[in-house]
């Protein structure tokens, strides 16, 4: 459902994706990698937020890589930013009446923050400012993505700031949007527990794919790096 | 009254039809209707236009309507509304003037308010400016509203000027006695090429006083605002004001901070950014679905509301 045919992004002279080629229509795919490696940007691309700099994106057999993010919602990917954006003024509510676009009044629309463990009386009301919590901000973001229930969900580490107790929930989370959709879910994570339920790992370094397999041979493959890199040091 | 002025009265003061409690609905420099209570009076005054509205002390719970409506495209006028509140009040007073200009001649509205609020009252002061018709007349409003407050009064002002008016010139001044405290919410909107000025000057004389001062404003098209928030604190007080602004297009918005302390114990603090939408702001809204168009209208309008 999801190609990505010869993908580079390059800003000024640093080369931030080289030549990124992948295709898949699994269930779950981890993306992972170090810091800096170019995770954001990839999913970034595929949701239209950034423009690559040469390479296409193919959804669904279709070349969308010159279609607007909106144009891209519609035909099916959601995505759920690293860092969740904060605005003035508008309510947990409007977004998310938004994100089941407006087929549900705002009271339905929140009953799904419960599944991210927040009381839906408390947090309706509450203006997307600075007064949310870091990990407040993360669980909103996470239950935007799952009311869209769109084909292709990308979300870019949906654990970073969320404690041990609702990291069952995600997963559960997962498995109810899977369930619902029958589409492809692609997590960016460093997180074991994460990767652990993946059918497929991406594992990006330095900006291109070193490594797309089957979840067990990637996450052989990452140790044998991560132990040759420590008898190095 | 007219389907125009039925209209009017509903974006002004969200009226579908007469209010409860007190009102005088002022349309095309007449009282066209007015209501007293036992509690609240209104009377003509004599030697200027204008009303005075006179509040008993403890009147709890009661609202004053006081719209007023322009029509007739070049009509000019200047009203004096003088409010005198109790004692121990807690009430609403609902103000606005909408003008229609339909035709070729300026349509201007000056309305001067003055609140004597007395002590340990509460007022909730609600305005609404409103501007619509397709003449070349334009559609002008300069309020001054100003304000007393006696010891331990609270008075929250939600003013707003959404659309239609072309020039604005908003003076606000207040008086602050011992452990008063002034809200001030102010939102505006320009477009085209519309100017508008508010100037707020806050007196915290009193000690234990404190003000919040509000202002959001959006500038778009060839739009202009100066938004000047002062605050003077001479006793013990706390003071802040806040201006957060949005440009668009070739707006300009200048903001213009004042604070003086004339006393070791005032605490006053201003902030204020202007800033277009933020990029990651249309990103997010376009994710769920919205074009650029429509995800700028929804981030302006959550700003305002
Ligand atoms: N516009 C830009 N200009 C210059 N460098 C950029 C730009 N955007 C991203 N980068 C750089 O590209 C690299 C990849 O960034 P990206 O956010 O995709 O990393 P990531 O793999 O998501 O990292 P993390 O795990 O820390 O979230 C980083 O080194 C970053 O500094
Ligand atoms: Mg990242």
Known sequence: MLELKHISYVVGDKVILNDVNLKTDDRFVAITGPNGSGKSTLVKIIMGLITPTAGQVIFNGEDITGDPINVRADKGISFAFQQPVRFKGLRVGDLLKLAYRGEKNVVEACEILRDVGLDPRLYRDRELNDTLSGGEMKRIEIAMAAARGSALSLFDEPEAGIDLWSFQSLIRIFEALYAKTAGSILIISHQERILNIADKIIYLKNGTVECFDERDAVLSYIAAVQKKEAQRA | ?305
């Open chain 2, 1 to 305: 009254m007219t389907e125009t002025e039925k209209h009017i009265l509903k974006e002004v003061a969200a009226l579908d039809a007469l209010p409860v409690g007190a009102y005088n609905i002022r349309s095309n420099g007449v009282s066209a209707a007015r209501n007293t209570t036992a509690d609240i009076d209104i009377v003509t005054k004599e030697d200027v236009s204008g009303i005075d509205i006179i509040i008993k002390p403890g009147t709890k719970n009661q609202s004053v309507h006081i719209p007023v409506i322009i029509s007739e495209s070049g009509l000019k006028e200047v009203v004096y509304n003088d409010f005198f509140i109790g004692a121990d009040c807690d009430v609403t007073i609902i103000a606005g003037c909408g003008i229609s200009n339909c035709g070729g001649h300026d349509s201007r509205h000056d309305g001067v308010h003055s609140f004597h609020v007395g002590q340990n009252s509460r007022v909730r002061y609600v305005e609404k400016h409103y501007g619509e018709g397709t003449g070349t007349g334009k559609r002008l409003m300069n309020p001054t509203t100003v304000v007393h407050l006696q010891d331990g009064a609270y008075m929250l002002m939600e003013t707003a000027q959404i659309a239609g008016v072309d020039d604005t010139l908003r003076e606000t001044k207040a008086t602050l006695a011992e452990n008063a405290m002034l809200e001030i919410h102010d939102k505006i909107l320009t477009d085209g090429d519309q100017h508008a000025t508010a100037k707020m000057t806050v007196d915290l004389n009193g000690k234990g006083s404190t003000c919040d001062l509000i202002s959001r404003g959006v500038a778009k098209g060839d739009s202009f605002q100066e938004v000047n928030l002062a605050i003077n604190g001479k006793a013990e007080c706390r003071g802040h004001a806040e201006c957060d602004s949005i440009i668009m297009d070739r707006g300009v918005i200048l903001a213009t901070p004042a604070l003086k302390a004339e006393c070791v114990d005032a605490s006053l603090i201003h902030e204020a950014a202007i800033g277009k939408i933020a990029g990651e702001q249309l990103d997010k809204l376009m994710t769920l679905g919205l074009d650029e168009k429509q995800a700028e209208d929804m981030i302006v309008q959550g700003f305002l509301r």
